[in-house]
Nanobody, 122 residues
Framework: QVHLEEPGGGSVQAGGSMKLSCKIS??????LGWFRQAPGKEREGVAA????????TYLDSVKGRFSVSEDDRNMILYLQMNSLKPEDTAIYYC?????????????????WGQGTQVTVSS
C-alpha cells in the first residue's frame, strides 16, 4: 500500500507562483503525477512522469508554466506552478500508479493523496 501525503496548497493572485509537494511512502509504482479537479468538473491529469526520472507529460493548458520534479532520495514529488491563472483553481491530487506508459488519463488503479486546495484570484 503506497501512502501519499500532500501538505500545503493555498491562495495566490493571478500571475503568482506556488509549489506543491507530495511525500510518497515508497517508490513501488512506475508512474507519478498530479491531477486536479475543479468544482463541477472531471478530474484531469496535469503532469505525469516516470518514477526515478525520465520524460514528463503535461496538460496543454499548463505547458511552459508548470513543472514536475522529484527528490528521489526523500521520495517527494513536486509541482512548480508559475504564471497561475484563475482557471487553475482546483483541488490538486498527487498520484502513483503502475502503467506501461505514464500518461495523463486518470488511472483506475492509482494511489491518491488526500488533495490540496489551490485558489488563484484575479
Amino acid at each position: 500500500q503506497v501512502h501519499l501525503e500532500e501538505p500545503g496548497g493555498g491562495s495566490v493572485q493571478a500571475g503568482g507562483s506556488m509549489k506543491l509537494s507530495c511525500k510518497i511512502s515508497e517508490y513501488s509504482t512506475k508512474c507519478l503525477g498530479w491531477f486536479r479537479q475543479a468544482p463541477g468538473k472531471e478530474r484531469e491529469g496535469v503532469a505525469a512522469t516516470y518514477t526515478g526520472g525520465g520524460s514528463s507529460t503535461y496538460l496543454d493548458s499548463v505547458k511552459g508554466r508548470f513543472s514536475v520534479s522529484e527528490d528521489d532520495r526523500n521520495m517527494i514529488l513536486y509541482l512548480q506552478m508559475n504564471s497561475l491563472k484563475p482557471e487553475d483553481t482546483a483541488i490538486y491530487y498527487c498520484a502513483a500508479w503502475p502503467a506501461y506508459q505514464c500518461a495523463l488519463k486518470r488511472p483506475e488503479n492509482a494511489y491518491w493523496g488526500q488533495g490540496t486546495q489551490v485558489t488563484v484570484s484575479s
